[in-house]
Nanobody, 124 residues
């Protein structure tokens, strides 16, 4: 059974950092594009970042220079390092997998498999 499990969310002050993890099981992420999305209350789901099966990455303009995505194929895990966090980064963060490893976008319809989400709250 294909499964994605996010972890690492929590409460952090503005300017702080968090590292989210997306651990995959039931499949090997090597050939998949893995994306991170977020959804704040009352807002649509937003594509935050993606890493393809090679070295290609995508970042939404709102997080460029602050967030870094990486993958460890040996651990079957993708990470999202989030620095200089702002209150507007508050949301539930989801990771997702796209079978076409070369398609790395912020568009949810490209992704077939989703995790359950982890809450990130940025507040003083």
């Amino acid at each position: 059974q294909l499964q994605l499990v996010e972890s690492g969310g929590g409460l952090v002050q503005p300017g702080g950092s968090l590292r989210l993890s997306c651990a995959a099981s039931g499949f090997t992420i090597d050939y998949y594009a893995i994306g991170w999305f977020r959804q704040a209350p009352g807002k649509e789901r937003e594509g935050v970042s993606c890493i393809d099966s090679g070295t290609g990455t995508f970042y939404a303009d709102s997080v460029k220079g602050r967030f870094t995505i990486s993958r460890d194929n040996a651990k079957n895990t993708v990470y999202l390092q989030m620095n200089s966090l702002k209150p507007e980064d508050t949301a539930v963060y989801y990771c997702a997998a796209a079978p076409n490893g070369y398609v790395c976008t912020g568009l949810a319809y490209n992704y077939n498999y989703w995790g359950q989400g982890t809450q990130v709250t940025v507040s003083s």
